[in-house]
């Protein structure tokens, strides 16, 4: 048996496992059918939103907890700055659920915030226009990622701990039998004891039986130009999301100095075969971004520069699944990440090393376990 652990998959989640595992010794080989670090999946369009007060529930702040130190760990060991912790504007009419759900979760976690009443919220961040009603929570622990060298900076880091990385390298398929994995890629054959599945959308490729539980939605991310491109540096502009007259809006603010990436959280279409992501971005597809652009932003023109399209895969819940495969005892799979998953990655590679390892975590993850959707998807930690 020449690995412990194969990975099919180096996205967000197979590069922190990939790094998480050689860290702890174990002999590790990893599989990306593109470059590392590449934008045609989950991972491109430069920054992720990194937030702590989680309005998508409670259960995630250990892990948001977690991840911002291992955060911190990966930007030490690769010299790379990764996470830029320049605050997150949560805005809204504050008797509104989500709202309600960002003061809950800073209370109940005894977060670092600031509630900003209409008055305070205007003064202090006038690039959003406000209605009378809307107030701003301020996540002192929030900020953006920067997607692609994360990615890079993991794998680079697991490599020079002794793992083997394969890239440009599409695994075709495996089988499980009594000696362990048989893993085929490029007309080779790897022989691995366990296996960590994390190919994303492609997760039904992979194992077809979770086809009937993910769909794969188009994402679009659009960049607006500045007219002062000063009010929305990093240390004026902190990343935000917002539910306001219906419209679900986010963002981030310039990195590379002209332009600001607003986006609304609604995805797009589904994709129905991932290897064939259309990337060519339609007006429709767009046209909401303009709007809330034009309706809710002083400052900005409200003709994108650059829009472009990602995938990621969705369950019907909008929270992933981690577990191990029934019927593969050896083979441990991720997926399922709902547009969500990249704040948390280096926690839930760290907890997939720990499931490969020890079969256990520390962490609560029942309700993260894929026999929630199908009997016939049963899992154990
Ligand atoms: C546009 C967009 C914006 C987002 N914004 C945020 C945000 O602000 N904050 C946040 O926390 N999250 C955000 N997310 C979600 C987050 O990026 C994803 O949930 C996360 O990247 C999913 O990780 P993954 O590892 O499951 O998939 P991916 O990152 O897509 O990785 C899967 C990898 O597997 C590879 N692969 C698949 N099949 C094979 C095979 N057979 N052989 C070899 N390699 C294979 C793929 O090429 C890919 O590299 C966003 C997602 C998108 C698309």
Known sequence: MAWDVGIIGLGAMGSMAAWQLAQRGTSVIGFEQFGIGHDRSAVGGETRLFRT??????????????????????EDQSGNKLLHLNGGLNIGPIEDEFMQNVLKSVKDFNLDHEILDYMDAKRRYPQHILGPDEIMVLDKDAGFLRPELAVVSAVKRAEQLGAEIRSHAKVESFEANDDGIVIKSDGHEYKVKQLLITAGPWIGEMLPQFKPVVNVKKIILSWFPAKNVEDYQPSRFPIFTRRSSGHRLFGAPTVEGSMVKVGVSTPGDVVEDVNYLNRTVELSEFKESMEVVSKFFNGLYTDPVRVNAYMDAYTDDGHSMIGRVPGYPNVVVMGGFSGHGFKMAPALGKIASDILIHDSTPFDLKSLSPDRFSPSLKTEF
């Open 53 to 74: 007060a989680y309005k998508e529930g409670a259960e995630y702040v250990p892990l948001l907890k977690e991840s911002k130190h291992l955060w911190k760990q990966l």
